[in-house]
């Protein structure tokens, strides 16, 4: 598992492409072992992970009757919709780039967008826990979320421009791949294992 001085290294390539600077690639390792380490970030994006977690039980036992409780499996079916958000943008940005010939750009988006959730992982766990021990600012926290959201898309798409060398419409087709079809899965996945607040 990377250590923490090296997911710095990857971060600070990271910020060099948000700053449009290609730079940033000489810090990034696009080899097949890299791209293998990369999937490491979710390791790394356990904690906020189990805040965003704790926030939802919370939210979803609002919706039940009193004294309901969550078990372990309502953990776990978190956790498959987490892998399912992870991997299957992942896998239509592998489709879409083949379609149009551009395959060789898949490994530094694998290795941009894993290290790139640690990161944006972090930030929204710090905003959910807000939540916890604040419990009056529910309202400054959605509004910093959906500047959080729109921040993203930003990041995202600045990104994907170095990747993509500048063409506008992939760029904009792989942004869409990256993010719409997470949030569709999110939100089907949740209704069909059952762990969405009524």
């Given at each position: 598992m990377p250590g923490f001085r090296e997911v710095q290294y990857y971060l600070a390539g990271l910020w060099l492409l948000i700053r449009l600077d290609p730079r940033g690639f000489r810090y990034l390792d696009m080899s097949e072992r890299g791209v293998?380490?990369?999937?490491?970030?979710?390791?790394?994006?356990?904690?906020?992970?189990?805040?965003?977690?704790?926030?939802?039980?919370?939210?979803?036992?609002?919706?039940?009757?009193?004294?309901?409780?969550?078990?372990?499996?309502?953990?776990?079916?978190?956790?498959?919709?987490?892998?399912?958000?992870?991997?299957?943008?992942l896998i239509f940005a592998g489709l879409l780039l083949l379609a149009f010939r551009m395959g060789e750009r898949f490994a530094p988006v694998v290795v941009s967008i894993n290290w790139l959730g640690v990161p944006l992982s972090y930030i929204n766990g710090l905003l959910l826990a807000l939540v916890f021990f604040l419990p009056g600012s529910v309202g400054l926290v959605s509004l910093l979320l959906l500047a959080f959201m729109l921040a993203q898309v930003f990041v995202l798409a600045r990104i994907l421009r170095m990747i993509c060398h500048g063409?506008?419409?992939?760029?904009?087709?792989?942004?869409?791949?990256?993010?719409?079809?997470?949030?569709?899965?999110?939100?089907?996945?949740?209704?069909?294992?059952?762990?969405?607040?009524?």
């Open positions: 293998n380490r990369s999937f490491w970030a979710m390791l790394w994006c356990l904690p906020p992970m189990g805040i965003s977690w704790l926030w939802w039980r919370q939210a979803f036992l609002r919706s039940m009757p009193p004294k309901a409780d969550v078990d372990f499996a309502f953990y776990i079916r978190l956790g498959l919709v987490e892998v399912a958000n992870w991997f299957v943008p063409h506008a419409l992939m760029t904009g087709a792989l942004t869409l791949v990256l993010l719409v079809p997470s949030m569709i899965l999110s939100e089907y996945l949740q209704h069909f294992l059952g762990i969405y607040p009524v």
